[in-house]
């Protein structure tokens, strides 16, 4: 297959060429599989997604044209699933599993369309919300993020001439190459593009998943991407997300209910999945009290992803855990996530090697680290830390704790009454950079 110039075509391209949403299925796995659980047993709940930009020295309003984001966002509003992405979706294997997705379901989502979107300016700031039933809302997150992030880079490109593009483009392929090689020296790492959300843009994630695979061999493990994973024949990988215990703590009627929430989600999740999809998501509120609460069954599932606390210390923390459980580290699985560089990544490998199996969800540090390659000197294509959370549920504020207060989200008043109901134990304040 001949490879995309992507200098020449970022350089010559048209919004008529180069729609940054291409397709419904360019979002990530895991949003799929919550999508099936809440069709299934939380139609009636609605829930809005906020964006938020915790990067707030860049101004978003200031460099992206607002016409040109509303031309994006209307446009993704006209996808469907195509025939080919149908069947793809409901004969295909994931984790092992055949037809992982009900037919009912399938025939709901072949008529599937995202519904509307409220936008406005303040204070430099995009202001971008999606209201109304939760199975609808839910899949706007990714493909509002993609756009953003690819209308930020477009606009920083523009004044860039055809060699300044090559430049830069060759400079991040060598930059990512470098990074390739020395994941490929790291015997039995397992490595998987998580990329999406905070892409430089699909031309750039689809080339280094390529590279990816190319690259690190077996040890490529597949991508978050749907889209992605059925052109390149790789595995789609993905789980659930903060979003389910948000919503399920904003919907408790006591403060008993709430401390439940997380619980509750894998009650619910374990109906609809079971085998490798066992995977726990222990931050949302605070992975000290997650575990301090959780019940016995919890240490039968598969494995942690621990999100946003340092990877070392999250996981260790997980492991002791584990073994005050009975369990055998070795036998479970921790795969890190979280802001992950090539660094870190090495840094963490080394660590647990032989302590516990584990892999590597490589995000934006993968798909957008422009850093330093630009022709002339500019931060605009810097990644930023850009999230679109569920901020309301069924007229209720919703809420984020995270280990890492910087992540936190939702209003003032309700963080201090969960912080209240959890604790604070474990959250520790670390700089967010992407």
């Known amino acids: 297959m001949a490879k995309t110039d992507i200098a020449r075509r970022v350089y010559n391209h048209t919004w008529k060429l180069d729609p940054i949403v291409r397709s419904l299925l360019d979002t990530d796995f895991y949003k799929l599989l919550m999508l099936q659980m809440i069709w299934g047993m939380y139609p009636k709940v609605d829930a809005t997604f906020t964006l938020i930009n915790r990067t707030t020295s860049v101004r978003l309003a200031d460099e992206i044209d607002e016409g040109e984001l509303r031309e994006q966002l209307d446009h993704a509003r006209t996808l469907r699933f195509s025939k080919k ?4 979706l409901g004969g295909n294997t994931f984790y092992g599993r055949k037809q992982i997705f009900e037919p009912e379901f399938l025939a709901w989502l072949e008529d599937f369309r995202l519904p509307e979107y409220e936008l406005s300016r303040r204070d430099g700031q995009f202001e971008l919300s999606f209201a109304g039933p939760w199975m609808y809302t839910t899949l706007w997150e990714i493909p509002a993020l993609a756009i953003i992030n690819e209308l930020r880079s477009r606009a920083a490109m523009r004044s860039f001439g055809p060699f300044a593009l090559d430049v830069l483009y060759a400079r991040a392929k060598a930059k990512m190459w470098d990074k390739t090689e020395r994941l490929k020296a790291l015997p039995g790492i397992r490595i998987s593009d998580f990329g999406t959300r905070r892409r430089h843009s699909f031309l750039w994630q689809r080339w280094c998943v390529e ?39 904003a919907l408790a009627n006591s403060e008993k209910e709430i401390r439940e929430a997380p619980y509750k989600v894998l009650q619910d999740w374990q109906r609809y999945y079971g085998g490798n999809l066992l995977i726990v998501l222990p931050d949302a509120f605070g992975t000290d009290s997650f575990l ?70 490589w995000g934006t540090n993968l798909t957008n680290d422009f850093e330093g390659c630009a022709p002339t000197e500019t931060d605009s294509l810097d990644a930023i ?28 008043k309700e963080i201090k ?18």
């Open 385 to 412: 830390s850009l999230v679109c959370k569920v901020t309301e549920t069924n007229g209720r504020p919703a809420v984020k704790l995270s280990d890492n207060p910087a992540k936190a989200t939702g209003d003032e």
């Open 417 to 434: 009454r969960y912080l209240r109901i959890f604790g604070e134990k474990g959250r520790v304040e670390q700089l967010v950079k992407v």
């Open 211 to 249: 590279a990816l695979k190319e690259g690190i061999g077996d040890a490529f493990t597949g991508t978050s991407n749907v889209l992605l994973a059925m052109d390149n024949d790789l595995e789609a990988l993905g789980t659930n997300a903060h979003e389910l215990p948000m919503v399920f703590a």
């Open 292 to 361: 301090r609460d959780a019940p016995d069954w919890v240490a039968d599932w598969t494995g942690f992803r621990p999100d946003s606390a340092p990877p070392i210390e999250g996981g260790e923390k997980i492991i002791d855990w584990w073994r005050k459980k009975g369990k055998d580290p070795k036998q479970k699985l921790l795969i890190f996530s979280d802001g992950l560089e090539v660094e870190t990544i090495e840094e963490t490998y080394k660590h647990f090697r032989g302590k516990v199996r584990m892999s590597f969800g």
């Open 85 to 88: 992405e149908m069947i793809w």
